[in-house]
């Protein structure tokens, strides 16, 4: 038998022939990236044992948390009884009883799921049966879509050309002319004379002329987070989600809410749209939480009444499709994701807890280096910010290597963004673990906060 790689030819490996997302182009080979050997609950392990505390919950995604046997049994079970079937063709009975589950825990009239292979083709297939819908219509010009800077739906072509604008320029390409990009709803950048209620209404208005200016019969839909996640966890003003569906109703624009985040739990429900921001949309988009993570699996889900105006007499393909669409593994891994949610009382778990995790995360706000903190649900988000322009870049970017490092280095993995640290740790998380955690990032902005001083 041979034997295992070492730790250093993974590293050397991995370096010479991995192209990993988000990574420099110009330093991708001088990557260190931690190498993972195993995991269990909240926590993992890299190759030395060394104990560190998940706080991004793997990508958003690990629900459940890791180690879940039950999940290893369903996908075993189901790969030995048939692995893969077309679904151009055949049905299979996970993708059927998968589809009728995710119908059923949809608000509303979303009774339709078109299954995809991740968060990025699920938005791609809404956007394209925006557009699908227009032309059965007879609308082929309204094909505008609204989005927002700071939002993040995905890297395929359609799904990366909505996704707001960042600080850093990328070299690829994007379909300028199928997207309009509202400006930043963070509150925190509000200016400081300005009150929550009025930033609020200023975003509505600027919604409204947007569509003045364009015109409603261009635009096709609006795609919006319920928190825009990726761009740093914000959270919209109160009553903002409200009325910027009452806005696309009035002027027949499809409302797209992209759950890929916030859907299966992480606010403490299925799906956040109705249950928590009291809108109904005419898409929702998942995929993350859905599997928790344990295999690749999205879904764009579709109204009863959005599916009437796609149907047309006479032939009229939708097409549209993926050869992993409705994988049958997938689906069971996503049934028994579910079936433990429920059985374990997860979302009701999440529920209780927030509270505690909330206040946790406001209490770090106390330091000078600390801008603002904010979040919802097990979504949290530290901003470290020494001028609120943003003017100085540099300075910010050193704040946040400074502070991913120092957690790191005490066992707490963040993701960091620029300046910022963001958080989504596994449902299952408890309340000493959310001390844990957070004691952890108190030490870090303690530790950072003199270093930085004396450095500046």
């Known amino acids: 038998m041979l034997n295992s790689p070492s730790p250093e030819e993974l590293h050397e490996w991995d370096r010479d022939h991995f192209i990993h997302p988000w990574h420099d182009?110009?330093?991708?080979?001088?990557?260190?990236?931690?190498?993972?050997?195993?995991a269990d609950g909240i926590y993992m392990y890299d190759e030395?044992?060394?104990?560190?505390?998940?706080?991004?919950?793997?990508?958003?995604?690990?629900?459940?948390?890791?180690?879940?046997?039950?999940?290893?049994?369903?996908?075993?079970?189901?790969?030995?009884?048939?692995?893969?079937?077309s679904p151009f063709t055949n049905v299979t009975q996970p993708s059927a009883t998968l589809a009728k589950k995710i119908a059923d825990l949809a608000p509303g009239d979303l009774n339709n799921v078109f299954f995809t292979t991740g968060g990025s083709t699920a938005v791609d297939t809404a956007l394209r049966a925006m557009q699908f819908m227009n032309n059965?219509?007879?609308?082929?010009?309204k094909k505008i879509i609204l989005a927002r800077e700071k939002g993040y739906h995905g890297s395929t072509y359609l799904a990366a050309s909505v996704s707001g604008k960042e600080r850093d320029i990328t070299k690829f390409d994007v379909e300028n002319r199928l997207v309009h990009f509202l400006p930043n709803v963070n509150p925190y950048?509000?200016?400081?004379?300005?009150?929550?209620?009025?930033?609020?209404?200023?975003?509505?208005?600027?919604?409204?002329?947007?569509?003045?200016?364009?015109?409603?019969?261009?635009?096709?839909?609006?795609?919006?987070?319920?928190i825009l996640?990726?761009?740093?966890?914000?959270?919209?003003?109160?009553?903002?989600?409200?009325?910027?569906?009452?806005?696309?109703?009035?002027?027949?624009?499809?409302?797209?809410?992209?759950?890929?985040?916030t859907g299966f739990g992480r606010l403490g429900h299925w799906f956040a749209s109705k249950e928590v921001f009291g809108i109904q949309p005419d898409m929702i988009t998942c995929a993350k939480g859905l599997t928790s993570g344990y295999l690749p699996l999205g879904a764009c889900i579709i109204s009863d009444s959005m599916m009437e105006r796609m149907t047309n007499n006479g032939e009229m393909l939708f097409s549209n499709g993926y050869t992993y669409s409705g994988h049958?593994?997938?689906?069971?891994?996503?049934?028994?994701?579910?079936?433990?949610?429920?059985?374990?009382?997860?979302?009701?778990?999440?529920?209780?807890?927030?509270?505690?995790?909330?206040?946790?995360?406001?209490?770090?706000?106390r330091f000078p280096i600390i801008g603002d903190t904010r979040g919802q649900g097990l979504l949290g988000c530290i901003e470290g910010r020494l001028t609120k322009d943003g003017s100085r870049l540099e300075d910010e970017r050193k704040i946040g290597t400074m502070l991913d490092e120092a957690c790191n280095d005490m066992g707490l993995i963040v993701r960091p963004l620029i300046n910022m640290c963001i958080f989504s740790p596994p449902l299952i998380i408890t309340k000493p673990q959310i001390d844990e955690m957070f004691d952890i990032l108190e030490h870090a902005i303690i530790k950072v906060s003199a270093a930085f001083t004396k450095e500046t």
């Open 25 to 38: 182009m110009n330093a991708w080979r001088q990557y260190d990236n931690m190498l993972v050997q195993s």
């Open 189 to 226: 950048l509000r200016p400081d004379h300005m009150s929550v209620e009025d930033w609020c209404d200023a975003k509505l208005e600027e919604m409204s002329d947007a569509i003045t200016t364009i015109g409603a019969d261009k635009i096709g839909a609006f795609i919006a987070e319920p």
């Open 136 to 141: 059965v219509l007879g609308r082929p010009e």
């Open 48 to 85: 030395t044992g060394k104990k560190f505390i998940d706080g991004p919950g793997g990508m958003w995604c690990v629900q459940i948390g890791y180690g879940q046997r039950e999940m290893a049994d369903a996908i075993a079970a189901q790969v030995m009884q048939m692995p893969y079937s």
């Open 328 to 365: 049958p593994v997938s689906c069971a891994a996503a049934l028994k994701n579910i079936e433990i949610l429920e059985r374990e009382k997860i979302l009701e778990h999440v529920r209780e807890i927030v509270p505690y995790f909330q206040n946790r995360l406001s209490q770090l706000s």
């Open 229 to 261: 996640s990726s761009g740093g966890v914000i959270v919209p003003p109160d009553g903002y989600h409200k009325r910027t569906f009452d806005l696309c109703r009035e002027h027949d624009i499809l409302y797209i809410s992209d759950e890929v985040v």
